[in-house]
């Protein structure tokens, strides 16, 4: 493969939205997986666009999601607009329900730090928690309205990059696994095993897998799966309407009536077995949320690996002076920060691409 600007390693969310915006730069783009496009985290993520139960504290990342949140609309719209897919996006919100006292009392702290931080919440009595989930457990002692989060069906949004990448002439190759990346300064070789492709650019997008692919010459923070289970059954459609979440379990609802709970967090690698005790809590939590829960037969479970990090949020950027741009390490926060973290690296490349090509009497 000869011939492109640039290429970016990792076809889930965050490199497919990266690939379609070069494209629509203009640039010539090649997006390599080694295995399928959006088939691993971006396929199992639950597609909750929630900040709120993600952030706490005042940091870079938070106002990032919040950023990202508010650009989902767009996002969402700009991609239906050019494939014609459908993509199931919900502004429905988000509950954050407590059973006590002091589930309450935690919660209040919590929520009035994020009000710090631009997060819109409202309380909610026992009875309007009802009214608006009638399906919510008897016994909560109230809840939390997120009202701007929402939800994605991740598979859609990937359904719609894969469509908006081929019409940009983004040259999609999936089952090519990528052993080595050298980044120059002007120049990233890519060392795949089929042969190597040189471009311009570079983009390391791989999620989990992203510290798999040996960078010469730099020591780059370390990426890691964390891995989370899920698990799903059909309800009627509308049945539950907001995100609910208590503690670290949540339950969404799909625009047909697939109800999500989730999730868990293991730490190890890259292990595909599936725990039925896993499953077994998180089921028992849900119909905590949700008491109708306990007397379904769940219909599907399934696992994810997300790209968790070490550093304090995701890595975007060049790695140090070279032609390779980083985009890594979302962790919990994929699906919600691809908008941003697609613009993000696409115009600093294409930024830096009129550069070079403004010539001699440039302003490089
Ligand atoms: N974004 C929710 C999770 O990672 O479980």
Same mark, same amino acid.
């Given at each position: 493969m000869v011939g492109f600007d640039a290429v970016v390693v990792g076809a889930g969310i965050i490199g497919s939205s990266i690939a379609w915006r070069l494209a629509q730069a203009g640039l010539r783009v090649a997006l390599l997986d080694s295995? #399928?496009?959006?088939?691993?985290a971006s396929w199992a993520g639950a597609g909750m666009l929630a900040p709120g139960g993600e952030f =706490? %504290?005042?940091?870079p990342w938070a106002a990032f999601a919040l950023e990202n949140l508010r650009s989902y609309p767009d996002f969402v719209e700009e991609l239906t607009a050019e494939t014609g897919e459908t993509i199931d996006f919900q502004q429905l919100g988000a509950i954050e329900v407590a059973f006590s006292e002091d589930d309450w009392r935690l919660i209040e702290a919590r929520a009035s730090a994020q009000s710090m931080l631009g997060i819109t919440i409202f309380r909610m009595s026992p009875q309007e928690l009802h009214e608006e989930v &009638?399906? /919510?457990? @008897?016994?909560?002692a109230g809840g939390w309205f997120y009202p701007e989060e929402g939800l994605v069906n991740p598979r859609d949004i990937m359904r719609a990059l894969r469509t908006a990448c081929i019409a940009w002439g983004v040259v999609i190759r999936e089952g090519v696994p990528v052993r080595a990346i050298r980044p120059k300064p002007k120049e990233a070789e890519i060392i795949t095993a089929e042969g190597a492709i040189s471009a311009r650019w570079g983009v390391l /997008? /791989? @999620?989990?897998?992203?510290?798999l692919i040996p960078v010469a010459g730099c020591s780059l923070p370390r990426a890691f799966p964390v891995r989370g289970h899920l698990t799903g059954l059909h309800l009627? &459609?509308?049945?539950?309407?907001p995100i609910l979440r208590y503690e670290q379990t949540y339950i969404v609802q799909r625009a047909d009536g697939f109800t999500i709970a989730g999730a868990s967090s293991e730490?190890?690698?890259?292990?595909r077995a599936l725990d039925p005790l896993i499953l077994a809590g998180i089921r028992e939590r849900a119909a905590r949320l949700a &008491? #109708?829960? %306990?007397?379904?037969?769940?219909?599907e479970s399934w696992l994810g690996f997300r790209p968790g990090? =070490?550093?304090?949020?995701p890595v975007i950027? &060049?790695? @140090?002076?070279?032609?390779l741009w980083l985009a890594y @390490?979302?962790? #919990?926060n994929g699906i919600l920060m691809a908008p941003v973290t697609a613009s993000r690296v696409a115009q600093a490349i294409t930024s830096s691409s009129e550069k070079d090509s403004s010539g001699p009497t440039g302003t490089r």
């Open positions: 295995g #399928r496009m959006g088939a691993e =706490e %504290a005042d940091s &009638p399906m /919510a457990a @008897g016994d909560a /997008a /791989a @999620g989990a897998w992203s510290s009627e &459609p509308g049945s539950i309407g730490q190890c690698g890259f292990n &008491p #109708r829960l %306990a007397n379904c037969d769940f219909a990090i =070490e550093s304090d949020g950027g &060049p790695a @140090g002076g070279t032609a @390490g979302h962790y #919990r």
